[in-house]
T-cell receptor, first 115, second 112 residues
Framework: NAGVTQTPKFQVLKTGQSMTLQCAQDMNHNSMYWYRQDPGMGLRLIYYSASEGTTDKGEVPNGYNVSRLNKREFSLRLESAAPSQTSVYFC??????????????FGPGTRLTVL | SQQGEEDPQALSIQEGENATMNCSYKTSINNLQWYRQNSGRGLVHLILIRSNEREKHSGRLRVTLDTSKKSSSLLITASRAADTASYFCATVPSGSARQLTFGSGTQLTVLP
């Protein structure tokens, strides 16, 4: 099992450009998440998908959109990148059998720089 | 907003010593989880402790939870250089919350 994979690993954008970060998991998990991590800080939740076909906003959703393409894939789109979106982006998944959050499995991250 | 706050922010110890990290949180929780992050990598789950548990062990890890003080501690015994990483606590609020809220982490350096 590859677990959670993310592409690309690194990306540099100019202000105003758009891009999509891809995430896939092969653990048959129900829930998937997108986080951002800024220097010296913990992770902040951008969006999550509790199950296929549903998405919900997290703590910092502004400037982002997401798509839960199928059970395996959850993409994050920046429509018009801004320097404030320079960060490391992590995708995660969890089995989420109950109503409360359980163990999450993380991808290796995408390091994004917006000039 | 960050629910959990780790203390200390940075810790440097010699190999073989024990390392203790603390996490404080603000609201009542269903469970609390600890994760490790090696430099430039994703987070790896270490241990989950539920609100009705007081202590949990996993190998060289010992986690305690004091819900009356809204705090948790992670103890790594007999530390190794490979334990060098950032450690984060993450809380799940009481109720049907599906999200984790992460603290800002403790950077642990184990010197050989």
């Amino acid at each position: 099992n590859a677990g959670v994979t993310q592409t690309p690993k690194f990306q540099v954008l100019k202000t105003g450009q758009s891009m999509t970060l891809q995430c896939a998991q092969d653990m048959n998990h129900n829930s998937m998440y997108w986080y951002r991590q800024d220097p010296g800080m913990g992770l902040r939740l951008i969006y999550y998908s509790a199950s296929e076909g549903t998405t919900d906003k997290g703590e910092v959703p502004n400037g982002y959109n997401v798509s839960r393409l199928n059970k395996r894939e959850f993409s994050l789109r920046l429509e018009s990148a801004a320097p404030s979106q320079t960060s490391v982006y992590f995708c995660a998944s969890s089995e989420q059998r109950g109503l409360r959050a359980d163990t999450q499995y993380f991808g290796p991250g995408t390091r994004l720089t917006v000039l | 907003s960050q629910q959990g706050e780790e203390d200390p922010q940075a810790l440097s110890i010699q190999e073989g010593e024990n390392a203790t990290m603390n996490c404080s949180y603000k609201t009542s929780i269903n469970n609390l989880q600890w994760y490790r992050q090696n430099s430039g990598r994703g987070l790896v789950h270490l241990i989950l402790i539920r609100s009705n548990e007081r202590e949990k062990h996993s190998g060289r890890l010992r986690v305690t939870l004091d819900t009356s003080k809204k705090s948790s501690s992670l103890l790594i015994t007999a530390s190794r250089a490979a334990d060098t990483a950032s450690y984060f606590c993450a809380t799940v609020p009481s109720g049907s919350a599906r999200q984790l809220t992460f603290g800002s982490g403790t950077q642990l350096t184990v010197l050989p």
